[in-house]
């Protein structure tokens, strides 16, 4: 067969889009200085037919397979436990605790299989990042030392896949993706035509021999796995460990997830001796010392399907320079400069000159409208200078208007509140829960006037 020459492309690293000539400007995702030129040689992948049409009703779920990792948090985020032949894509920032996870996870399946049936499991990590030495290393500081775990330092796709095979490992790590290259491609590794090639080869043969495979990906400084698009749709599941390097606890979120649900969020602390599982997290949420102190006040939100109680702290303060300054950590920048208008047109608090700083205690990021009213009443609280007391949570969505609206799932966050020792919450729905004293507001000013009775 005659060999096709090589085609010249410009392949767009953010979102795959290709283009026979050079742009400044990808087209698709708009980034700028993002097209890349790359050699295309021959059409890479070929999948054989090797399966036929089946009816539905005589497919068996695969359901009953899953293995667990001996991580709660971990495989409840997978959807139960780890499913034969899926293939998961773990992204997150350089640092966050990724390559250290997935050690840990290895570790707990060999545990957790070993010995059942008198068949081992083996685990096939493939370091294309780090030396067989630095892995080594990490292991021992989390006390790692199966004899079940494979190590293997390479970069190159096609080595990997011999070894696979050879060894026939039931789980195989990949860390990372963005450093192992084809030699069917001529592109250096981590373009996208690399990444795509490698993960499409890999996840064919995930499927071919019900392995499961983690895939651990990096985040590009947009915070996209690079070559997102491409990437998210070759594999089965997609998770972020999120978490700030500088605070000990970590978030795993899955995005995308074809064996379970993407609401649920597992959370980790980062110790001396690797992550360890958080299953108390709305202790962590708390700062010890704010007793008493105005502008903080306590709130429950929802993660996933877990209630957390979380701290929101404002501080308002003079502006000492014409421009008021807002500024926010943990919580939108424009909703709190809507919540701001909604305090100074309905509630009457002058806040034209005052800074208003707001920030959510132990680093956690809130999404959602549920913790409005708090965020309201800890900035008036901070102005009037009075303090909230540390046994009431405040929980509302808060509108234009001034109206207090509902919010989801309030019934397990009260739950949640009582079960850390609060004994009054003010919020917009009637509930019944026992043992703790509900008020029930319908406008924010009924909180600002009563804020001097909260303690
Ligand atoms: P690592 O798993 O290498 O991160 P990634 O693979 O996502 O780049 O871990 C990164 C950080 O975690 C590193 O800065 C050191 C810290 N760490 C601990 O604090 N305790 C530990 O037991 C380990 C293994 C790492
Ligand atoms: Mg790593």
Not at 230 to 244: N, P, R
Not at 285 to 300: A, M
Not at 416 to 438: H, N, T, W, Y
């Amino acid at each position: 067969m005659k060999q096709r020459q090589p085609k010249r492309v410009f392949i767009c690293q953010a979102c795959g889009y290709s283009s026979q000539k050079w742009m400044g400007r990808c087209p698709d995702c708009g980034n700028w200085n993002s097209m890349v030129e790359e050699w295309q040689t021959e059409k890479a992948t070929v999948v054989e037919p090797s399966t036929s049409p089946i009816s539905i009703r005589d497919v068996t779920a695969a359901e009953t397979g899953r293995f667990t990792t001996n991580l709660d948090e971990f495989d409840r985020v997978l959807g139960g436990g780890v499913v034969p032949g899926a293939v998961v894509l773990i992204g997150g920032d350089p640092g966050v605790g990724k390559s250290t996870l997935l050690l840990q996870v290895s570790e707990g399946l060999v545990r957790g299989y070993s010995g059942q049936g008198g068949k081992g499991f083996p685990v096939l990590y493939i370091t294309a990042e780090e030396s067989v030495e630095q892995v080594k290393m990490r292991a021992d500081r989390i006390g790692i030392s199966s004899s079940q775990i494979f190590v293997l330092s390479e970069t190159r796709l096609e080595s990997i896949i011999h070894h696979i095979k050879e060894l026939q490992p039931r789980l195989v790590v990949i860390d990372s993706i963005q450093t192992i290259y084809t030699d069917s491609l001529s592109s250096a590794p981590g373009t996208v035509a690399q990444v795509r090639e490698c993960s499409a080869r890999l996840t064919l043969l995930a499927k071919q021999s019900a392995l499961p495979m983690f895939i651990i990906g990096h985040v590009t400084k947009e915070g996209a796995i690079a070559g997102p698009r491409v990437l998210e749709h070759i594999v089965d599941t997609v998770l972020y460990f999120e978490g700030d390097k500088y605070q000990a606890y970590r978030i795993l979120r899955a995005v995308k997830n074809r064996f379970g649900s993407t609401n649920e969020i597992g959370i980790f602390e980062m110790t001396d001796t690797g992550l360890r599982e958080v299953l108390n997290p709305s202790e962590l949420f708390l700062s010890p010392h704010s007793e008493g102190t105005p502008g903080t006040i306590l709130t429950v939100t929802i993660e996933g399907t877990r209630p957390l109680l979380v701290e929101i702290q404002a501080l308002v303060s003079p502006t000492v320079f014409g421009m008021p300054r807002r500024a926010s950590i943990g919580f939108d920048l424009q909703r709190l400069n809507l919540l701001i208008a909604v305090v100074e047109k309905i509630g009457g608090v002058q806040l034209g000159v005052s800074d208003v700083y707001l920030n959510v205690v132990g680093g956690l990021r809130i999404y959602e409208t549920a913790v409005d009213l708090a965020v309201a009443s800890a900035i008036v609280s901070s102005f009037k200078n009075i303090p909230i007391n540390r046994q009431t949570v405040v929980i509302g969505e808060v509108g234009l208007t001034g109206e207090v609206r509902p919010v989801s799932q309030i019934e397990r966050r009260i739950k949640e509140a009582k079960k850390l020792g609060i004994r009054k919450a003010i919020l917009p729905a009637s509930v019944e829960v026992d043992g703790i004293e509900l008020i029930r507001v319908n406008r924010v000013t009924e909180v600002f006037e009563n804020l001097v009775d909260l303690s």
